[in-house]
């Protein structure tokens, strides 16, 4: 794979109404960010609804599902939102899909849906992803697939536009790599983007990051966490080169409770 130049997404839910919404979309553009990305959460407005809206109020932001969890929608139902909010959007939709984690095993209940395995959950990924090229016709909407685990890199390899690795907060750097290398093997001649989320910029970790992540800013720190920057944009710029010239990242989503911190290294990095 060449490496690509970097390019940086936002992730933030539709939460306060449609009027701050509206708002965080036009500040990421603003801003200088490829991409909305909006989680999926059955306490959210849907993904693709408040993505809907975003591309409205922007005209060259990207937006993304970060990511659609396969057991909360039949594969051909989430082909269908993609491909439609892709037509809608004038092709600037980007289709973030993943297995779900182990807490949607009761939305997915709450949906009267199956949770399934590992191994069903993504066969159904697989499966939306051939739904989706087939709807998408000579179109193609960009997918990208949250790998977490072997059988995922290897599904996200082959059949990807992107692949952001899934991997716990305190996954050593050995790790990564390695888990890097799976992918580009996967892909083989395949020219895929290599992505990576960040939570925390700084040292002050919000409280919901915390304990979504279960550490906080000095244990991120000693373990040397891929998912934490230094709030000096050149020491982060620095670190995220360092990044991409060893594990190949180029696509970088922060945590949207950084958009404004996370600005300086963006203007510093992007498209380069």
């Given at each position: 794979?060449?490496t690509?130049?970097?390019?940086?997404?936002?992730?933030?839910?539709?939460?306060?109404?449609?009027?701050?919404?509206?708002?965080?979309?036009?500040?990421?553009?603003?801003?200088g960010?490829?991409?909305?990305?909006?989680?999926?959460?059955?306490?959210?407005?849907?993904?693709?609804?408040?993505?809907a809206?975003?591309?409205?109020?922007?005209?060259?932001l990207?937006v993304g599902?970060?990511?659609?969890?396969?057991?909360?929608?039949t594969?051909?139902?989430?082909?269908?939102?993609?491909?439609?909010?892709?037509?809608?959007?004038?092709?600037?939709?980007?289709?973030?899909?993943?297995?779900?984690?182990?807490?949607?095993?009761?939305?997915?209940?709450?949906?009267?849906?199956?949770?399934?395995t590992?191994?069903?959950?993504?066969?159904?990924?697989?499966?939306?992803?051939?739904?989706?090229?087939?709807?998408?016709?000579?179109?193609?909407?960009?997918?990208?697939?949250?790998?977490?685990?072997?059988?995922?890199?290897?599904?996200?390899?082959e059949?990807?536009?992107?692949?952001?690795?899934?991997?716990p907060?305190?996954?050593?750097?050995?790790?990564?790599?390695?888990?890097?290398?799976?992918?580009?093997?996967?892909?083989?001649?395949?020219?895929?983007e290599?992505?990576?989320?960040?939570?925390?910029?700084?040292?002050?970790?919000?409280?919901w990051?915390?304990?979504?992540?279960?550490?906080?800013?000095?244990?991120?720190?000693?373990?040397?966490?891929?998912?934490?920057?230094?709030?000096d944009?050149?020491?982060?710029?620095d670190?995220l080169?360092?990044?991409?010239?060893?594990?190949?990242?180029?696509?970088?989503?922060?945590?949207?409770?950084?958009?404004?911190?996370?600005?300086?290294v963006?203007?510093?990095?992007?498209?380069?």
């Amino acid at each position: 794979m060449a490496t690509k130049a970097f390019r940086f997404g936002v992730v933030a839910a539709a939460q306060g109404g449609a009027t701050q919404w509206r708002e965080t979309a036009r500040r990421a553009e603003d801003l200088g960010y490829s991409t909305l990305l909006s989680p999926d959460n059955l306490q959210l407005p849907t993904p693709t609804a408040a993505l809907a809206v975003a591309a409205a109020v922007t005209t060259e932001l990207r937006v993304g599902s970060f990511v659609l969890a396969s057991p909360l929608r039949t594969p051909r139902a989430a082909a269908w939102e993609a491909h439609s909010l892709s037509v809608l959007t004038d092709h600037r939709f980007e289709l973030g899909l993943g297995t779900g984690l182990p807490a949607m095993r009761a939305a997915a209940a709450e949906l009267g849906l199956p949770y399934g395995t590992g191994k069903e959950r993504l066969a159904q990924v697989s499966d939306t992803i051939a739904h989706l090229r087939r709807l998408d016709g000579e179109e193609h909407t960009p997918i990208l697939v949250a790998a977490g685990g072997p059988r995922a890199r290897k599904l996200a390899g082959e059949q990807a536009d992107i692949v952001t690795l899934a991997d716990p907060p305190l996954t050593s750097r050995a790790d990564f790599a390695a888990h890097a290398a799976e992918v580009r093997a996967a892909a083989g001649d395949r020219d895929v983007e290599l992505a990576t989320n960040v939570f925390v910029v700084g040292d002050e970790v919000p409280p919901w990051v915390r304990g979504f992540i279960g550490a906080d800013a000095a244990t991120l720190i000693e373990h040397e966490s891929l998912t934490i920057l230094p709030d000096d944009p050149g020491a982060a710029a620095d670190e995220l080169e360092r990044r991409r010239a060893e594990y190949g990242t180029s696509y970088v989503s922060v945590n949207g409770a950084f958009l404004e911190a996370f600005a300086p290294v963006i203007s510093r990095l992007n498209g380069r």
